[in-house]
Nanobody, 124 residues
């Protein structure tokens, strides 16, 4: 069974770049037909799809965050990484990595594996 685990700093200063890594075990990020995804949930709000990388390394981003988001991967470590630049307090959220079968699922239940989530606070 595949497992995902987010890691990274819990506190980021405004205007800096948030960087999180998702380590995948029990399965390869290069396996066909999977999309490795970043999702976040600000306090008191719903889940927000941020972007994804495919099994071949293609990347896809949500329109509202596209200018500030970069997703990369390290296949030797079976990890994929989120970078969000120029953060503000509005980027404070729980950040999740997840596995899906489409670039962007229409329902959150389509993501069959999730990390536990990591709280990131943007504050000086």
């Amino acid at each position: 069974q595949v497992q995902l685990q987010e890691s990274g700093p819990g506190l980021v200063q405004p205007s800096q770049t948030l960087s999180l890594t998702c380590t995948v075990s029990g399965g390869s990020i290069t396996t066909d037909y999977y999309y490795w995804t970043w999702i976040r949930q600000p306090p008191g709000k719903g889940l927000e799809w941020m972007g994804a990388t495919s099994s071949t390394g293609s990347t896809f981003y949500g329109p509202s965050l596209k200018s500030r988001t970069s997703i990369s991967r390290d296949t030797s470590k079976n990890q994929f990484t989120l970078q969000l630049s120029s953060v503000t307090p509005e980027d404070t959220a729980v950040y999740y990595c997840a596995r899906g079968h489409r670039v962007r699922g229409s329902q959150w239940s389509e993501y069959d594996s999730w990390g536990q989530g990591t709280q990131v606070t943007v504050s000086s």
